[in-house]
């Protein structure tokens, strides 16, 4: 079965600071998609970055990159240029490529200095 | 668009009654997925329905059952609710579901109390 860990229950970043939130997980699977999502005070999930593992290039969005790495089983979300709106819950999820369900990690609550 | 809404957002129950939440997808969208979130056990996937069936479950004793309608919204049923029950529960859409590419699209989500 699939697992997902997110070892940082917290992290802390200076406003335009930059900040790296780790995963690791552990698949048989060759092909399979990792997803970012970020879950603020509101509770709406949202979507932040997704990899496909067959891709060997980072995936980027703005200010959000993330580092994979699939021989380490790997998946870093990197936080650029960190603002206020960037404190929340972030969630790091696997999807298998013939599966329908998300597993998802414990989650890091990510604070942000003023 | 307007997106994917749940109701209610807030529920508080005694144990040994029953619920049942609904949740309307983005429009479009055929796909419906439930999750619940507890502090303890996280974010877990519950079922996925497409179509008006059932297309995949998650490990949840039978108490917690689903539907879905033919214009896509969803409702989710607990039976014989216990404490252990109170969660927030979460509605995702998409429009088919079975390409992983596509994005989930979340809903505010459910606040269960059970007490």
């Known amino acids: 079965a699939q697992t997902v860990t997110q070892s940082q229950p917290e992290m802390s970043v200076q406003e335009a600071e930059t900040v790296t939130l780790s995963c690791t997980y552990d698949t048989s699977e060759s092909d399979y998609y990792l997803f970012w999502y970020k879950q603020p005070p509101s509770r709406q999930m949202i979507l932040v970055i997704r990899?496909?593992?067959?891709k060997q290039q980072n995936a980027t969005e703005n200010r959000f990159s993330v580092n994979f790495q699939k021989a380490a089983k790997s998946f870093s979300l990197k936080i650029s240029d960190s603002q206020l709106g960037d404190a929340a819950m972030y969630f790091c999820a696997y999807r298998s490529a013939s599966g329908y369900q998300l597993i998802w990690g414990a989650g890091t609550k990510l604070i942000i200095k003023p | 668009k307007a997106g994917v809404t749940q109701t209610p957002r807030y529920l508080i129950k005694t144990r040994g009654q029953q619920v049942t939440l609904s949740c309307s997808p983005i429009s479009g969208h055929r796909s419906v997925s439930w999750y619940q979130q507890t502090p303890g056990q996280g974010l877990q996937f519950l079922f996925e329905?497409?179509?008006?069936?059932?297309?995949n479950k998650g490990n949840f004793p039978g108490r917690f059952s689903g539907r879905q309608f033919s214009n896509s919204r969803s409702e989710m049923n607990v039976s014989t609710l216990e404490l252990g029950d109170s969660a927030l529960y979460l509605c995702?859409?998409?429009?088919?579901?079975?390409?992983?590419?596509?994005?989930?699209?979340f809903g505010p989500g459910t606040r269960l109390l059970v007490l």
């Open positions: 995702a859409s998409s429009r088919e579901g079975s390409n992983p590419q596509e994005t989930q699209y």
């Open positions: 990899q496909e593992a067959y």
């Open positions: 329905y497409f179509s008006e069936t059932q297309r």
